[in-house]
């Protein structure tokens, strides 16, 4: 019985451990509803040497915020934003880019 290895498939480009690094470009909202921008900007992206583009959708009465900071800081910002009618919120988890000596990829700080 063979096992297959990790990762998966996309348009014929094998991901996954062992593979070259897939690239995602992030537009979110920077074409400001101009499709001739948006198509610049996927141009840009793919000279840049993007593999992909991630999307975001959004009406006037939505908005996507991406926050980062210390536990308090964090409740500091909901409070701030309660009168906004908070709809749904997502914790993401940790992200492993180092930054500095209190960042998850410190030593002192790594999972033993």
Known sequence: MSV?????????RRIG??????????MSANHHQDFDEAVLLVEA????????VKL???TPDTLTIEATGTPSKLD?????????GIKE???????AIGRGSRSITAPSLRAA
């Open 4 to 12: 297959a290895a990790p990762g998966i498939s996309l348009n014929g």
């Open 17 to 26: 451990p062992g593979q070259p690094m897939y690239v995602i470009a992030e």
């Open 76 to 84: 500091a910002l909901l409070r701030d934003l309660e009168p906004y």
């Open 89 to 95: 919120m997502v914790q993401s988890g940790l992200v």
């Open 45 to 52: 992206a793919k000279a840049a040497g993007a593999d992909a």
């Open 56 to 58: 975001q959708t959004y």
